[in-house]
C-alpha cells in the first residue's frame, strides 16, 4: 500500500490511470538523472537535455503542458502538469533543471495562454510548447509588488508608440537561454504592465550571474537599457499587472515551482529507507534504531501531507474556477518547510552523506534553503494566509 | 473569519452540541440534549452499511461529519465515536453481523454506549503485559466468563457493552489464536467500574473495568489472531485524527476572532506581524492534517486499509494540533489560562488525541514497519562503553594530573 502512495499519489488524485508521476520520473531518470551531479559541480545547462524532455516521443513534452494541444501544446490539465513536475522532480534528482523547466514551461507559457492576444499566442506558444523558444522570468517579479519594482516602463517618444524600458532584473530563471523575457515594469504613477520583451531587442543585456544554490537552472541578470519595445510587446491592458498578471504568477509560482520538490522529497525517502538497510551503527543494523526509523515515517507522512496541499491547490485551476491565493501560499509555505525536514532528516541518518553516489542529499540542502526563500518565502506567504483568514491586509 | 473560508464554516455543524461544550467539560458527563441531536442527526448511522441499520454515507460525508462534531465539542466526539464507529466496526469486522445485530442495532440507534478496553495498568499498548482472560465457564459448548482489569479506558465507566481484548484460555487441542475480543455487557453484577479524572476531554466519561468471572455468551467470544486487530484500531486512529482537526480548528478559529476583536498597543492583535505568523503557519498545517484525513476516510469507505496513511496522519495530526492549541493560548495571552475558557478547553484536549488509542511514537513504530524496515526490534542498551564512548576522557596534559595526585 505504501509503495502505491509513495510513488502514484498523483495518479490519486487526478483519477488517471497509468500515472504521469511515474511516466516522468522514467523519463527523468534516463534523461536528466545520469548527468545531475556533474552539471551541477560544472555549472551547466544542457539544451539538449530540455530538447529530449520537450519532445518526449511516448507522452506529454515537459515544454508546454498546460499550452492548448491547437497550438501544440500537451493540453494537460494542472493536475496532470503539478503530476509532470513531480516525476521530474523524483527521477531527474535536479532541483534546478526542474525550477528551469517549470518556469518556462508553467510560469512563461501560461501568462501568455491566459493573457496574450492571438497574434502574441501564436507566436509565442506553439515554439514554447517544442522547446524551440524558452521563456525566462525573474524570480523576484512572482511576488507581486512585495519587492520595489527595479524596472520603469515610459511611453516611447511622440509619434512612435510603444514604449521605453529601463532597469535591471537579476535571477532571472532562463535568461542565458531565452528567446524572451517576462518583464514587469513600473510607470511613473506606481501602476504596473507586464511585457514580452524579446532578446533581440537593442539594449537588452545579460550578465552572467546566478545565485549559489540550483547551479543547474541557467540564470542571468538582464540590463535593460532604454530598450524600445512595441505595443505588442504589453502582455493584457496597461497598468493592468496588479489585477492580472500578477495574481496569477504569484500562484503559478506558489504551487508549480513547488511540485518537484515533493518529487526530490519522495526521492530523498526512498534513498533513505534504502541507506537505512545498509548501514550500521554500534554493531547494529540503522533500521533497529529507533530514531531512524522515527525519522523515517515522518519524512513519508511529510511527503503524503504536501502531497495533499499541493494536488488541492494545483486541482483549483482545472474546471475553470478561480483559484484560491490562499490555499496556493499554504501548500508553498508547507512544502518549502516539509523539504527542508525531509532534507535535514535524511541527511542526520548515519552514512548519508557518502563520498559516492549523487549527493541529492547536499545538493537539496543546499537547493532546498533558496527555494525555501523563493516565492517570497515565509515573509511573504504567512502574511497572505493571514490577511485571508483575518479578512484584513 | 471570511465567510466563504474552505472547510471550517461550511461543514455541518451541532450547534447545541458547540454551545453546551463549555459546560459538557465542567459538570464532566455529557447532557442527553447532546445524545438526542446525535441521534436526530443521524450521526451515529454513517459509517455503516444499510444491513446492519448504517446509511452508508459516503467518504467525503463521513469525514465531514467527524470534522464537524469534532469542532462542535470533542469529548462528546470522542463518546460517541468511540461507540458508534471504533465498536460498532470492531463487531461488524470481526463478529457475525447476523448474529451480533443486536449489540449493532442498539449503539447505531443511540440506545446504548460501546467501549472498547484494551490496556491494562501494567503497560499501555504492550499486549504482552495483558492479563485479562476469558475462559469457559462449564463444560465444553457452554458461555464463558472474563476476569481481569482493564484501565484508562475512554467511555468506560458510562457505557453498556464492552468490547474487550482477552486472552483465551485453551483447552488442549484447541490451535486457534491466543486473543479473542469478547463483547461483554456491562450491565452486570460480576463488573465493577470506576471513573478516573483526567486532563482533558472530561466530559467523556474515562476510567477502568474489573471483570470477576463475568459472563460472556459463548457467540459473544471472537478469537482474533491480535496482528489482525490493527486494522480494526485505525478506525480508532482515525476518528482520534479527526479529533485533533476539529479541535485545531476550533483553536484557530478562536484565534482569529480574538486576533480580531482584542486591541494591544493601540491596534488590534491581528495587525501584528508575529500573530499573523502564528495564524498562517496553524492554517497550513490544519489544511495538511484535512486533507490527508478526507483522503483516507474515502480510501476506508471504498473498502481499502490505507493503514499505513492512517497511522502517519494520526501522529501528525494530534502533534500538529497541541502545537496549534499551544499557540491560540498565547495568542489569548492570560484569558487563555484561565479555566472555563474555551482554548483553555481545547489545550487541555489536543493533549489525550495523542496518548489516547495508540500513542505517537507506537505508531511511528507500525507506519516504519510498513516502509519494509522490519518489526521493532529491541536490544539492551549495552554499545556505548565498548565502543569506547562509556568515560569521561583525561584532560589536555594526559594522564599527568592524575599521577601528580598520586606523589
Given at each position: 500500500m505504501l509503495s502505491h502512495t509513495l510513488a502514484n499519489g498523483a495518479a490519486d488524485a487526478d483519477g488517471g490511470g497509468l500515472s504521469l508521476v511515474e511516466w516522468a520520473r522514467e523519463l527523468a531518470g534516463r534523461?536528466?538523472?545520469?548527468t545531475a551531479a556533474e552539471r551541477d559541480r560544472d555549472r551547466r545547462w544542457d539544451q539538449g537535455i530540455f530538447a529530449e524532455l520537450s519532445g518526449a516521443?511516448?507522452?506529454?513534452?515537459?515544454?508546454?503542458?498546460?499550452?492548448?494541444r491547437a497550438l501544440g501544446?500537451?493540453?494537460?490539465?494542472a493536475t496532470r502538469t503539478c503530476a509532470l513536475l513531480e516525476g521530474l522532480g523524483d527521477g531527474g534528482r535536479d532541483p534546478g533543471l526542474a525550477l528551469a523547466v517549470g518556469v518556462h514551461a508553467v510560469l512563461a507559457t501560461v501568462l501568455l495562454r491566459a493573457f496574450g492576444n492571438p497574434r502574441q499566442q501564436r507566436r509565442y506558444l506553439p515554439r514554447m510548447a517544442s522547446g524551440e523558444w524558452v521563456g525566462a522570468v525573474s524570480?523576484?517579479?512572482?511576488?507581486?509588488?512585495a519587492h520595489a519594482s527595479t524596472v520603469t516602463a515610459r511611453p516611447a517618444?511622440?509619434?512612435?508608440?510603444g514604449w521605453v524600458l529601463s532597469g535591471e532584473l537579476d535571477l532571472v530563471a532562463g535568461a542565458p537561454v531565452a528567446h524572451h523575457f517576462l518583464v514587469i515594469a513600473a510607470h511613473d504613477d506606481g501602476s504596473r504592465t507586464a511585457f514580452v520583451v524579446d532578446?533581440?531587442?537593442?539594449?537588452l543585456l545579460i550578465n552572467d550571474v546566478g545565485p549559489?544554490?540550483?547551479?543547474?537552472c541557467p540564470w542571468g541578470q538582464v540590463m535593460l537599457d532604454g530598450c524600445v519595445v512595441p505595443e505588442?510587446?504589453?502582455?493584457?491592458?496597461?497598468?493592468g499587472a496588479a489585477d492580472e498578471v500578477e495574481p496569477l504568477l504569484a500562484a503559478l509560482d506558489w504551487v508549480f515551482l513547488s511540485a518537484p520538490w515533493l518529487g526530490v522529497m519522495r526521492a530523498l525517502t526512498r534513498d533513505a529507507i534504502a541507506d537505512a538497510r545498509e548501514h550500521h551503527l554500534f554493531g547494529r543494523?540503522?533500521?533497529?534504531a529507533q530514531s531512524a526509523r522515527f525519522t523515517l515515517a515522518d519524512q513519508a507522512a511529510q511527503c503524503e501531507l504536501a502531497s495533499g496541499l499541493l494536488y488541492r491547490a494545483a486541482g483549483?485551476?482545472?474546471?475553470g474556477g478561480r483559484p484560491s491565493r490562499e490555499d496556493a501560499a499554504a501548500a508553498r509555505l508547507f512544502v518549502a518547510a516539509a523539504a527542508r525536514a525531509v532534507t535535514e532528516g535524511a541527511a542526520r541518518l548515519?552514512?548519508?552523506?557518502?563520498?559516492?553516489?549523487?549527493?541529492l542529499i547536499e545538493r537539496a540542502h543546499r537547493d532546498a534553503l533558496f527555494f525555501a526563500e523563493t516565492g517570497g518565502g515565509t515573509e511573504v506567504l504567512r502574511p497572505v494566509i493571514a490577511a485571508s483568514l483575518l479578512g484584513i491586509g | 473569519m471570511n465567510g466563504d473560508h474552505r472547510g471550517i464554516d461550511t461543514a455541518p455543524s451541532f450547534p447545541g452540541i458547540a454551545a453546551r461544550a463549555a459546560e459538557t467539560d465542567a459538570t464532566g458527563r455529557i447532557p442527553l440534549q447532546n445524545w438526542k441531536e446525535l441521534t436526530d442527526s443521524g450521526y451515529l448511522r454513517l459509517?455503516?452499511?444499510?444491513?446492519?441499520?448504517?446509511?452508508?454515507?459516503d467518504g467525503p460525508t463521513q469525514a465531514a461529519a467527524m470534522e464537524a462534531l469534532a469542532r462542535a465539542c470533542a469529548g462528546t466526539f470522542w463518546a460517541a465515536t468511540v461507540s458508534a464507529l471504533l465498536c460498532a466496526k470492531l463487531i461488524s469486522t470481526y463478529g457475525d453481523t447476523r448474529e451480533h445485530a443486536r449489540l449493532l442495532r442498539p449503539l447505531l440507534s443511540g440506545e446504548r454506549l460501546a467501549t472498547f478496553a484494551v490496556v491494562e495498568?501494567?503497560?499501555?499498548?504492550?499486549?504482552?503485559?495483558?492479563?485479562?482472560t476469558v475462559r469457559p465457564?462449564?463444560?465444553?459448548?457452554s458461555d464463558f466468563v472474563i476476569t481481569g482489569e482493564k484501565s484508562r479506558i475512554a467511555n468506560s465507566p458510562a457505557a453498556d457493552l464492552a468490547v474487550v481484548l482477552a486472552r483465551r484460555e485453551k483447552l488442549p487441542g484447541?490451535?486457534?489464536?491466543?486473543w479473542c475480543l469478547a463483547f461483554v455487557?456491562?450491565?452486570?453484577?460480576?463488573v465493577q467500574r470506576y471513573a478516573i479524572p483526567h486532563?482533558?476531554?472530561?466530559g467523556m466519561s474515562w476510567g477502568g473495568i474489573v471483570f470477576d468471572d463475568a459472563h460472556v455468551a459463548a457467540a459473544d467470544v471472537v478469537p482474533v489472531?491480535?496482528?489482525?486487530l490493527a486494522e480494526g484500531m485505525a478506525w480508532g486512529w482515525l476518528f482520534i485524527a479527526f479529533a485533533a482537526i476539529g479541535i485545531a480548528e476550533s483553536a484557530l478559529a478562536a484565534s482569529v476572532r480574538h486576533a480580531r476583536q482584542r486591541v494591544s498597543f493601540g491596534r488590534p492583535?491581528?495587525?501584528m506581524e508575529g500573530v499573523q505568523a502564528q495564524l498562517a503557519e496553524s492554517h497550513a498545517q490544519i489544511d495538511a492534517a484535512r486533507l490527508l484525513a478526507h483522503r483516507v476516510t474515502c480510501e476506508r469507505a471504498a473498502g481499502r486499509s490505507a493503514r499505513d496513511l492512517i497511522g502517519m496522519l494520526k501522529i501528525y495530526a494530534t502533534e500538529m494540533a497541541v502545537g496549534v492549541a499551544a499557540r491560540a493560548v498565547q495568542i489569548h495571552g492570560a484569558a487563555g489560562v484561565t479555566s472555563g475558557h474555551e482554548v483553555e478547553r481545547l489545550y487541555r484536549d489536543a493533549q489525550m488525541n495523542v496518548i489516547g488509542g495508540f500513542a505517537s511514537n507506537r505508531l511511528r513504530e507500525q507506519v516504519a514497519e510498513g516502509l519494509g524496515l522490519g518489526p521493532a526490534v529491541y536490544r539492551a542498551f549495552d554499545w556505548v562503553t565498548p565502543s569506547g564512548l562509556g568515560r569521561d576522557p583525561v584532560g589536555l596534559d594526559g594522564l599527568v594530573h592524575a599521577a601528580g595526585d598520586g606523589a
Open positions: 534523461v536528466v538523472r545520469p516521443r511516448s507522452g506529454p513534452g515537459l515544454a508546454g503542458p498546460l499550452v492548448p501544446g500537451g493540453g494537460l490539465s524570480l523576484r517579479q512572482t511576488q507581486g509588488a517618444a511622440a509619434g512612435l508608440g532578446r533581440t531587442t537593442p539594449g549559489v544554490a540550483m547551479r543547474t505588442d510587446a504589453v502582455l493584457s491592458t496597461v497598468g543494523p540503522v533500521v533497529h483549483q485551476f482545472d474546471g548515519p552514512g548519508a552523506l557518502g563520498t559516492t553516489g549523487d549527493h | 459509517f455503516h452499511s444499510p444491513d446492519i441499520g448504517g446509511t452508508g454515507a495498568k501494567t503497560a499501555g499498548s504492550d499486549s504482552g503485559t495483558f492479563r485479562t465457564a462449564g463444560p465444553a459448548g484447541d490451535d486457534g489464536p491466543d455487557d456491562l450491565r452486570q453484577p460480576r486532563m482533558g476531554l472530561r489472531p491480535i496482528e489482525e492583535l491581528a495587525h
